[in-house]
């Protein structure tokens, strides 16, 4: 199967994911979307991390092969880092600022989960 069509299928599958949290009602139980949105979020990442793996590593010479490796996996790392701490902060504003008195109800924090996703 061609590089290209596995990003393409893995994007188009990852990006169903916010839609179904967008459709999701909180009264219902999490095998409905919640689930599903959970498991077609990570598709996209987790290929485009092997694809741009192999590709850094294809790029450098043999002998430095394992370093174009490990820094592309530490930059991958920070990255994810920063997106769940940016992440979380958006979501935790978006609970705070929801005109439910319980900020840990199942409404309140479906706005943040929305927001995020």
């Known amino acids: 199967m061609p590089v290209m069509w596995g990003v393409l299928i893995s994007s188009t599958l990852s990006a ?7 459709m999701v009602d909180p009264q219902w139980p999490y095998w409905y ?26 790029v450098f010479p043999s002998h430095t092969q ?8 530490t930059c991958s790392q920070l990255g994810t880092s920063i ?3 940016i992440t979380s902060a958006i979501a935790n504003s978006r609970t705070a600022a929801s005109g439910d008195v319980d900020k ?6 479906i706005s943040g989960y929305r927001a995020v996703f």
């Not at 979307?33 to 850094?56: E, H, K, N, Y």
């Open 83 to 85: 997106r769940l701490t």
């Open 16 to 22: 169903i994911s916010p839609i179904l949290m967008a």
């Open 104 to 109: 840990a109800s199942p409404n309140a924090l």
């Open 66 to 73: 394992a370093l174009g490796g490990a820094v592309f996996n």
């Open 33 to 58: 979307m919640a689930f599903i949105a959970q498991v077609l979020q990570p598709l996209s990442p987790d290929v485009l991390f092997t694809v741009g793996l192999l590709i850094v590593s294809a």
